[in-house]
């Protein structure tokens, strides 16, 4: 995923809020800021929704899996915050480091479908979802028709699924609760030479690193 946040090119601070609210107890509130101190520009925003889940259109037929109104198992609830600065060099380049964090709590609505056997069914839910990231990205322009990129990041994400025998969600009553915990690293360049609007070349070295 490749988030571009807006540019500010303005010499005041630059606040926005957001409320909304919907039916089946949705709520969303999210704050960004934005600021330039001439070549240097700061973002920063931060952000919380949850729901009690979605209702389901009237002509839904209803079935000993799904009786209708609000969807079985589909909360949610979902926080998060992220940064970033940039500079730009007089010369049009650019360097920006970004930084965010997730925390969520979310479930997944068993299917409906009656012709799955009660085996196949999964009535899943997420208690912890939680995902930090870090990244520094630089990029210019070298005797004019080369365009030079270079990217280091960090990321790191930790989830905790558990899965119950059946639509009670009683912890007495699970098949299993398993963790996942992943953190990647890496770097990416490449230099991309234009000769003309039809034809370009580009090269790179991409490395990453998983555990």
Known sequence: VNIIT???DLG????????AGGPDGHR?????????????????????STTRGFT????????FREDGGLRENSDYSYSNIDAKLEYATPGGSRFSL???????ERSAP?????????????????????RQYACLNATGVWHQDAVWRATAYYDTEYDRLIRYK?????????????????????IRTDLTYVFNDRWQ???GVIARRDG
């Open 6 to 8: 807006d540019r500010r």
């Open 12 to 19: 005041m601070s630059f606040p926005a809020i957001m409320m």
């Open 28 to 48: 969303h509130v999210s704050l960004a800021y934005a600021r330039s101190f001439g070549r240097l520009n700061a973002w920063a925003s931060a952000g919380h």
């Open 56 to 63: 389901l259109s009237d002509d839904f037929v209803e079935s």
């Open 98 to 104: 970004g930084v965010g964090q997730y925390d969520a």
């Open 110 to 130: 068993p299917t409906a479908d009656t012709t799955v056997s009660a085996k196949q069914v999964a009535y899943d839910r997420f208690p912890e979802w939680t």
């Open 166 to 186: 059946d639509a009670t969600y009683d912890y007495e009553q699970i098949k299993f609760d398993s963790e996942h915990d992943s953190r990647a690293s890496g």
């Open 201 to 203: 070349s580009s090269a």
